[in-house]
C-alpha cells in the first residue's frame, strides 16, 4: 500500500557531501513526522534527524551542525543533506514515515529499504 523509496546514498571522501532523498508513495492521505535513521555493522539502529508535518526538526548530536533534514509535503519527500562527512557517518541511512492511510485514521510506521553511505577517510 504504500512504498518509501530512497536515493542519494554512494562513497564519498571525508569532508565531501551527500543529499538523501525518500519518496513515499502509495493510499496516502496524510503523512505525520518523517526521519532518517541509520546502522552501522555492528550497532544498533540510531536516529540521525526527524522533521514534523510542520517542519519542527531534531538532530542526533553526532550530526547536529553537518546535516540537514527537510522535506517538501506536495511531493511527500524528505530529505537529508549531509556535509562535512566523517568516516564514523559511515552507515546504511533508512527513510522512516509515519502515514495516514486513506482507508484508515490511524498513523502507521514504514521503513525505506536504506541505502548505504560510506564515507572513506
Known amino acids: 500500500q504504500v512504498q518509501l523509496v530512497e536515493s542519494g546514498g554512494g562513497l564519498v571522501q571525508a569532508g565531501g557531501s551527500l543529499r538523501l532523498s525518500c519518496a513515499a508513495s502509495g493510499s496516502i492521505f496524510r503523512i505525520n513526522a518523517m526521519g532518517w535513521y541509520r546502522q552501522a555493522p555492528g550497532k544498533q539502529r540510531e536516529l540521525v534527524a526527524a522533521?514534523?508535518?510542520?517542519?519542527?526538526?531534531n538532530y542526533a548530536d553526532s550530526v547536529k551542525g553537518r546535516f540537514t533534514i527537510s522535506r517538501d509535503n506536495a511531493k511527500n519527500t524528505v530529505y537529508l543533506q549531509m556535509n562535512s562527512l566523517k568516516p564514523e557517518d559511515t552507515a546504511v541511512y533508512y527513510c522512516n514515515a509515519y502515514i495516514v492511510l486513506v482507508t484508515t485514521a490511524l498513523a502507521t510506521g514504514y521503513w525505506g529499504q536504506g541505502t548505504q553511505v560510506t564515507v572513506s577517510s
Open positions: 522533521i514534523t508535518s510542520g517542519g519542527s526538526t
